[in-house]
């Protein structure tokens, strides 16, 4: 029998560590193995927790690979043995998890992916901090950047997500009872990442992801069975927009009834013509965007020739609870005959509560826009023409041909009625058709000479022909216009769309918007003015030059205030933009006020990158200072734990210690004291690196002389490091002290991770200039990809141990080294480890002529 596909069936979530991910997999784990499934653990970290131990039963565990890293020895799964042993389930804890270097796949996630690929369902568990889409959320809440993340697509496509919570008290009593980390590390942890404020947010954060997870998973089962009605489980204010001057006021009474539902959603929807011809005035609609974005909502827009339709259909598919319209701007005998947009929504809407929200423009009618001529001057004046003479000339022509029935004559008029139509429009054709009318019934219709008919039939003939005429006429002008305004919406759609483009193509947004603008319209300059604060509300004032502000412009000789341009296009009460070189028409001006709108919106967003540009090193000099606590706080705290507890046991008097014991405290209280000075020392020198006011003194020193002093420094560690430096080699231009500082630090790291077999080497040599000092290592090595990862502040390599310092070793070398004019670049050791290289500029040398000083 065929098994099912393969799945990750539960995924445990949880907003911080601690809440009980692990123990709760574990209990589904148990549950599925009671029903008789075929269970195996793949991995789970307990991390000495004795109930989550205990919850692990007799459940088969997968032997985990042993693998060795940097000198150290970890453990992770053994893929193959899983797909080998291929269980129905295999628990796996951490899905976001990086494997050590080595393994066959650098995240467990993707571990994960290849168990269901072979067929077996995962259990697993995960935290909201490590999914990718709100990293960056959690590093503003936190303070904290996490480097393992795991695509939210992998955990939205688990067949069930369940969140593991727990208030933050009851989690941070848990956490000082010693129920998630060591006691060493739980006073770090409540006054750092387990602060009341950074739990709260992160539960919040994880509730909301799960939320979202549960309406997608609402819309597929409304989808998929068929379901059009309305389910409120979630509150959805659509506001609908016309484009018209009451939508700002629209916008804002629908935001504050979304505001009146906790986590409501704010959708603003326009709906546009089908044919794409005559609409809304972009402008207006371009303004409103941006204001229901920045309310928080999101804009969209269909197509549709039934409005109350298509605003339902939209309502419907995002299942929305509100609909918001405004009351209609026609007149009240317009109203008479047709009901309205408002009141056919209200009526279909079924369960969808629809506001009708007045506003100034109510009943006042829509003002009729002026209509432009749909055929051109010169036509229209030809057709005149043929109007006023074709009808004479063509009666003339009839009167030579007696044969004629009146039929015929009808007919041919007809025909020279249309031919002025196409030519002249509707005016010229209702001329025609008149005088044309008169000219058979004087001429052609019995009694002749006369406008008298005497038979019904032929009075019915002519009518027939008037209203023919006309009709036709009036297709033609509609016609023609409807041509005009498609060649026109098609003009505006390319000067937009290479707009759009320019921006996109541009460095910034604004100059580029401003320069396609200049050069779509043929103009000398366009210049974005902004009014001063002061000035703003003042009228008077404000056609003064002073208080305006160029912001933005391009071309040759910019407006400096409204008035000095030819056409001025208000924004804002303090944004203007102002266009120079011709004035514009007024089917221009409409386009032109969408472009205006956008370099509003283009402005704020330059404005915003800066203010984002200024606050990124205050940023960064936050987050150092943060460390540098954390690193006070905690990885200073076990050199003065040691020298603490030497001193207070060689002052006691309830034992007596002989000389070797308390040979032996001194020796470890020294060493303490002087690894928290080392530490301290680097502390300091790393805060006036990032404050730049580290003090340089630079002077000609030979790596002969400095290597040396930096082995005694590291004391008998450094017994063993084989030194290989030219006696010929020149020397190189760097602060004494400093440099000592770099190779300390440098061979210390050497040193760690080297095996004690293999010792490492300092060589050097020069050239192009340089001095280059090579400290080479036989150790496990880096990978290329993360050469960088390990000149971070405050991050050894994996972030696997908190014993060997707060990370600050290569770090502050590299910027100590590049504060000097030199610099530290790793390469692999042939055969296997990792080389340091540290280049400085050579001393420069006097010439042989030139007498020593």
């Excluded at 496509?157 to 000082?176: C, G, H, K, S, Y």
């Excluded at 928290?676 to 580290?694: E, F, K, T, W």
Aim: hydrophobic fraction near 45%; proline fraction near 5%; charged fraction near 25%.
């Amino acid at each position: 029998m065929a098994r099912e596909p393969s799945s990750l069936v539960k995924v445990a979530g949880g907003a911080v560590p601690g809440v009980g991910k692990t123990y709760a997999m574990l209990e589904e784990a148990q549950r599925r193995a009671a029903r008789g499934s075929d269970v195996v653990i793949g991995f789970v970290e307990t991390r000495g927790r004795p109930h989550t131990a205990a919850m692990l039963g007799d459940l088969e565990q997968v032997p985990r690979r042993a693998m060795t890293y940097r000198g150290a020895e970890f453990t992770e799964m053994d893929v193959d043995a899983v797909l080998a042993r291929r269980p129905e389930i295999a628990v796996v804890d951490e899905l976001a998890h990086t494997n050590v270097p080595g393994s066959r796949h650098g995240k467990r996630w993707q571990d994960v992916q290849e168990l269901l690929d072979a067929g077996i369902d995962v259990l697993s568990t995960v935290n909201v901090q490590h999914l990718e889409s709100v990293n960056d959320v959690v590093a503003q809440i936190t303070g904290t950047t996490q480097r393992e993340t795991v695509p939210d697509e992998i955990v939205r496509a688990a067949e069930q997500v369940e969140l593991v919570d727990m208030t933050p008290e009851a989690l941070r009593r848990r956490m000082a009872h010693g129920n998630i980390y060591r006691p060493d590390k739980i006073d770090a942890a409540l006054g750092n990442y387990f602060r009341v404020g950074n739990l709260t947010a992160l539960r919040e954060l994880a509730l909301l992801w799960l939320a979202d997870k549960v309406d997608e998973q609402l819309d597929r089962y409304r989808s998929q069975q068929g379901i059009a009605a309305t389910w409120e489980a979630r509150e959805r204010v659509v506001v609908a927009l016309t484009g018209g001057p009451e939508g700002e006021t629209l916008i804002r009474r629908a935001a504050r009834v979304a505001a009146r539902s906790k986590g409501a959603d704010l959708l603003a929807v326009h709906v546009a013509r089908s044919d794409g011809l005559a609409g809304a005035d972009p402008a207006q609609l371009a303004r409103q965007r941006v204001l229901v974005e920045s309310l928080g909502g999101t804009y969209h827009q269909v197509l549709g020739t039934d409005v109350p339709a298509a605003l339902l259909d939209f309502a419907q598919g995002v299942n929305a609870t509100q609909l918001v319209l405004g009351a209609s701007r026609r007149g009240r005998l317009a109203q008479i005959f047709a009901r309205g947009v408002g009141v056919t929504t209200t009526a279909l809407s079924g369960s969808i509560d629809v506001h009708l929200v007045t506003h100034k423009q109510a009943g006042k009618g829509r003002r009729a826009a002026a209509v432009p001529a749909a055929l051109s001057r010169r036509r229209r004046l030809l057709g005149f023409g043929l109007a006023v003479l074709g009808m004479p000339l063509l009666t003339l022509l009839l009167e030579a041909l007696p044969d004629l029935t009146l039929t015929n004559d009808i007919l041919l008029f007809l025909a020279g009625v249309v031919g002025v139509a196409l030519v002249g429009g509707v005016w010229p054709a209702l001329i025609a058709a008149l005088g044309g009318s008169l000219l058979l019934n004087w001429f052609f219709t019995p009694p002749y000479r006369t406008l008298t008919i005497a038979e019904a039939d032929n009075l019915l003939a002519l009518a027939v022909f008037v209203g023919v005429a006309l009709a036709v006429s009036w297709i033609v002008d509609v016609a023609a216009r409807r041509t005009r305004e498609a060649a026109r919406a098609a003009a505006d759609a390319q000067t937009l769309a290479a707009v759009a483009s320019g921006v996109l193509r541009g460095e910034r947004p604004l100059p580029a918007l401003l320069d396609q603008l200049r050069e779509t319209f043929g103009l000398r300059a366009v210049s974005v003015l902004e009014l001063a604060e002061e000035a703003s509300g003042r009228p008077d004032r404000s056609r003064e030059e002073h208080a305006w502000c160029v912001v933005a412009s391009v071309g040759d000789q910019p407006a400096c205030t409204p008035d000095a341009g030819e056409t001025a296009v208000p924004v804002d009460d303090r944004i203007t933009v102002v266009l120079s070189g011709r004035r514009l028409e007024a089917a221009d001006r409409r386009i032109v006020e969408a472009f205006a709108a956008q370099a509003a919106v283009a402005l704020r967003q330059e404005r915003l990158a800066e203010e984002a540009a200024t606050a990124r090193p205050l940023a960064a000099a936050d987050r150092m200072r943060t460390a540098l606590l954390a690193a006070v706080s905690h990885d200073l705290r076990t050199p003065l734990a040691s020298a603490k507890a030497a001193v207070t046991s060689l002052r006691s008097h309830d034992i007596e210690f002989d000389e070797a014991d308390r040979e032996e405290l001194l020796e470890t209280a020294e060493e303490s004291l002087d690894r928290l000075a080392r530490l301290v020392g680097n502390l300091l020198d790393m805060s006036r690196l990032q404050a730049g006011v580290l003090g340089i003194s630079a002077t000609a020193i030979g790596l002969e002389d400095a290597v040396p002093l930096a082995l005694d420094e590291l004391g008998p560690a450094a017994a063993t490091v084989a030194t290989d430096i030219p006696a010929d080699l020149p020397a190189a231009t760097a602060d004494p002290g400093l440099l000592e500082r770099v190779l300390v630090n440098v061979i210390a790291n050497a040193l760690r991770y080297s095996p004690p077999d293999q010792p490492p080497t300092v060589t050097a040599s020069a050239h192009a200039g340089q001095v280059e000092l090579r400290v080479i290592d036989r150790g496990p090595g880096i990978p290329e990809d993360q050469w960088e990862h390990v000149f971070l502040p405050f991050q050894r390599l994996g972030d696997r141990d908190n014993q060997t310092g707060v990370g600050l070793g290569l770090a502050l070398s590299r910027g100590l080294a590049e504060a000097m004019g030199g610099s530290i670049t790793p390469e692999t050791t042939p055969g296997g480890g990792l080389t340091m290289v540290l280049r400085l500029p050579a001393a420069a040398q006097s010439s042989p002529e030139e007498p020593q000083k």
